[in-house]
């Protein structure tokens, strides 16, 4: 019997997604109304970036994960590639109607903006392990 197994990469910086976020940001829109051109312009578009640059992964770290889910004998039936993420994804699994992820992703740029940078910018530091004691010479 053939097994199934879903793997979730989450963010991924690739040079698409750099060249899509310049074109983007460069675009104009026209006929949008302009409230949501300035959402969409200055806070998605800079939740984007920062989403990427703090939880994105490279293609090849989620290359290795594809490879160790197919080497593997009995593979789990989710991967998630990017332990980062995974809150996120949790909110997904919790309501599968999306409408939890949604409205909470709305909340976090709209409602908590400074919640949601702070986080960002906790996490970056953690992953870049800012906080480690350094040893210094005496």
């Known amino acids: 019997p053939r097994s199934v197994s879903l793997v979730e990469p989450g ?3 690739t040079d698409f997604e750099l060249k899509l976020m310049e074109d983007v940001s460069r675009s104009e829109f026209p006929g ?4 949501t051109l300035r959402y969409f312009q200055e806070v998605y578009l800079p939740a984007s970036r920062e989403i990427f640059s703090t939880m994105g992964q490279s293609p090849e770290a989620v290359a290795k994960a ?11 039936f ?12 949790a ?5 599968p109607s999306g409408e939890l992820s949604v409205r909470t992703y709305h909340n ?6 400074a919640l949601f940078h702070l986080s960002m910018r906790a996490l970056r530091c953690l992953t870049c392990q800012c906080f480690r004691r350094r040893v210094a010479p005496a």
Not at 78 to 87: A, E
Not at 91 to 95: G, H, R, S, V
Not at 108 to 113: P, S, V
């Open 91 to 95: 909110l997904k699994y919790a309501d």
């Open 11 to 13: 963010p991924v910086n």
């Open 78 to 89: 989710r991967t998630l590639t990017n332990p980062l993420y995974t809150p996120l994804t």
């Open 108 to 113: 976090l740029l709209f409602n908590y903006g």
């Open 32 to 35: 949008t109304d302009p409230a």
């Open 66 to 76: 594809v490879v160790q889910v197919i080497g593997a004998g009995r593979p789990p």
